[in-house]
Structure formats: structure tokens, C-alpha cells
DNA sequence: TCATGCGGTTCGCCTTGACGAACGTCGTCC
DNA sequence: GGACGACGTTCGTCAAGGCGAACCGCATGA
């Protein structure tokens, strides 16, 4: 490695070997050899052969290839077959934007065809309302408080909600959170197109 | 070009350009610049640049190491946008069973081509265990709890949780929610197909 | 026994993905 | 106005992905 100007593979765990395995498992469920599968998908043998030895870090287009020529979709190859458990205590994890001293951290992202959903966590103090402008239109946010008191809703007229209190509302118009707490903690869907 | 026996770009109508779409689109959403988000992911400024444009085609290591950074699932950057969404309000729709003291309302519960979620409060009481079956394969569910402390998660291996923690398991395995303090409520989000 | 065929791996070669650095373009602040 | 900095694109380079062809291993059968 030393100190060439190039190259940095990336760091994360990439999946390759779990690639590896989906591939040569939904292959052979299909009874098809390498040759059948490459010669459908349109990729050459040798690079199917490297990329179930796990030897290889596939492009999209070439999984993809594979993925509709095998019949199942893309995420079957990709997606880890046991979705592990994961916890994330409060206070840890990936941190996105603060504003002010709101911040809020990603607990889940999915998105299907035609709606995607955001589901993270809110933290915030005191005298630091978080106003925010108008969303995407068709954007509904969902909030169930966690810890503390706040204030949330339509920017106009928001409600009062403690410990256990939900609230939904149209996030395409202006809209706030203003922590009535220290500590105040929030569940947050952002539900969207 | 002429007739070198080289290279066929696997023919395919590939999603590059939609990659591209839903790169821009994930990493707007997050606040976070083009620099932010590579220096996060361990990638070339330069490379997501090509990517959002649509001029290039990812690695799936590259690719997965820029979900990773923007908090969603790697099918979230794949998987086409579309059409059509059906929207069941809090109070509508089906109110979930009630089962010893334990019950839960659907706040809202959303359905597309391929994937629906269920959000919805769960309130129980120490001394009523909620142990569930398996649910559909390919059903995972996120909690995360509001107030109390409670033993979640894999029947086998749950996990305890305070306010504001979180976890995620496969619900195609048997799971449990045990209260361990009175007036024990979560925020549940399964998500299945 | 040796030929034949099929499944899979290895071997050179070319193209291209991914990299760092340099560059253009806006805002912002003194 | 001019300097500075943040964002994003373009440029030149290098390593790795993907290709076809050649190559091994193992069945089958005349």
C-alpha cells in the first residue's frame, strides 16, 4: 500500500461475499450452470466465475444483468439474506445536520415504489425551536414523543404533546418543534414520495 | 471501435440513471454537500460528482458504501420511484390486536407495490410478556421506546432498552416485548412485504 | 483406453471506474 | 471591490473490472 496518490477500496464492509453466495445459491436453485447464466445475463463466464469466487467488486450494471437474468430482483443478491439486529442506544449513531442544538439521528431509511420513509430521532433543548420550511409536497410527518414536553405541528397552530403522544400533520407546509424540556426526545416518520 | 473482440456492455436497460436520481435525491435530503458525503463514505468527491450526474457505472462496493453513509438501504439507491400510495390515517383502519394487558393502535399504516409498514404505539404492562410468532419472511421490525425500559427483540437474545434506544430484528423469527416498568411504551415500525 | 463434452477456473488484454488535484462559480465578509 | 471559502465539475492517471480464449477436471461411452 505504502504511499501511492491512488486508490482507496472503500472501507466499509462491502458485501461482496455475501454477493458471492446469493449469486452461486440462486444460480444453482435454478439449475442453470455458469455458462447458461452468463451466456442470459449477456456477461462473459470468466467474470461470473470471479465474482462467485468472491474475487470481484461487481458494477451495477453487470449484477444487475445477473439479477433480472436469474429472475429475482436486485436487492435478492445484494440485501444480507437474515437482517441482524441492531440496536442504537440513545445518543449514538450517525448524527445528521444540527441546527441549533436539534439534531437528530437516522434509524431507518426505506424507500418502495412510490414512498419512502425516513424514521429517525429527534433530540433537542429548550430555545431552540426547530422551524422548518415546507417540505416536498405530499410530505406527512408522523411524531410520537418520547422523553420531555414539546410543542409540534403546523407552524400556526401547534399542540402540545408529552411522553407517549402522537401527532401526524401535512409537512408541506411550514411546520416546528419546540422543545418545552431539557432532554426532549422525539420519534420521527417522515413519510414522502 | 471496429471489430477489437473486446468489451459488451451487458445489455440490459440498466438503472444508472436512476441511481443517479435517487443519490442526489437521498443526499439533498440529508443537508449533507457533495464533499460531506464523500469524505463520509470514503469515496472521490470527484466519483460521486460522476455518479450524480449519471455518467458512470458504480461499483457495488462504491455504492454501498455511499448508502451506508446516508443511512439507508442499499435497495433505497436501486430500486426505481413510482406511482400510487394508499394512506390509512391514525384511528382508521385495523387496530391491532389486543393480547393479555398488552395492546397497540396503528397510527398509520402505509402500503406500496412491494412494501408496507405498519407504525404503531405499543403500551404494555410488566407481568405481560408479548411474545410473538414468526411474521411473514422478509419482515423486519424497528422499536423504538418512549417510555420505560423493556427486554426486546429475538426471543432467544433480546436486548434491554431505555428511552430513546432502538433496535431492529427479523420478525420471521420468534420475538418478544417484555415491560419492565409500568406504563412501558414504544414506537413500532414493521415493515414487510 | 482414449475421445468427447460440459462445468468451472486461469490468463492476457483493453476499457473504464475511482482517485487526487486543479479549476470555474457563487456567496459572504471585511 | 477583492479575498476567502464552500460546492461542484473537469482533467490526467492508475488499478481493477470485464472480456474472449485457452486450459483443467471429471464424467460418459464407444
Redo the contacts with the bound molecule.
Keep these: 500500500m505504502t504511499d501511492?496518490?491512488?486508490?482507496?477500496p472503500?472501507q466499509s464492509g462491502a458485501p461482496i461475499a455475501a454477493i458471492a453466495a446469493a449469486l452461486r445459491q440462486h444460480r444453482q436453485r435454478s439449475g442453470l450452470?455458469?455458462?447458461d447464466l452468463a451466456a442470459r445475463a449477456?456477461?462473459?463466464?470468466?467474470?461470473l466465475?470471479?465474482?462467485?469466487?468472491g474475487s470481484?467488486?461487481?458494477?451495477v450494471?453487470?449484477l444487475w444483468s445477473l439479477a433480472t437474468a436469474l429472475g429475482v430482483p436486485f436487492s435478492a443478491l445484494v440485501d444480507p439474506p437474515a437482517p441482524a439486529v441492531r440496536v442504537l442506544r440513545a445518543g449514538e449513531g450517525p448524527t445528521l445536520a444540527a441546527e441549533g442544538a436539534t439534531f437528530s439521528a437516522t434509524l431507518l431509511a426505506a424507500s418502495a415504489p412510490g414512498v419512502s420513509f425516513d424514521v429517525y430521532r429527534v433530540v433537542a433543548e429548550p430555545g431552540h425551536p426547530r422551524n422548518s420550511e415546507p417540505h416536498a409536497t405530499g410530505t406527512v410527518e408522523h411524531l410520537v414523543m418520547a422523553t420531555g414536553r414539546a410543542l409540534a405541528g403546523i407552524a400556526d397552530d401547534p399542540v402540545e404533546l408529552g411522553p407517549g403522544d402522537y401527532v401526524a400533520y401535512p409537512a408541506d407546509l411550514p411546520h416546528t418543534f419546540r422543545p418545552l424540556e431539557p432532554g426532549t426526545t422525539a420519534v420521527m416518520v417522515s413519510q414522502y414520495r
Tied chains: 1, 2.
Design positions: 501511492g496518490p491512488n486508490k482507496t472503500a450452470s455458469m455458462g449477456g456477461v462473459a463466464k470468466s467474470t466465475s470471479q465474482l462467485e469466487s470481484a467488486n461487481p458494477s450494471e453487470t
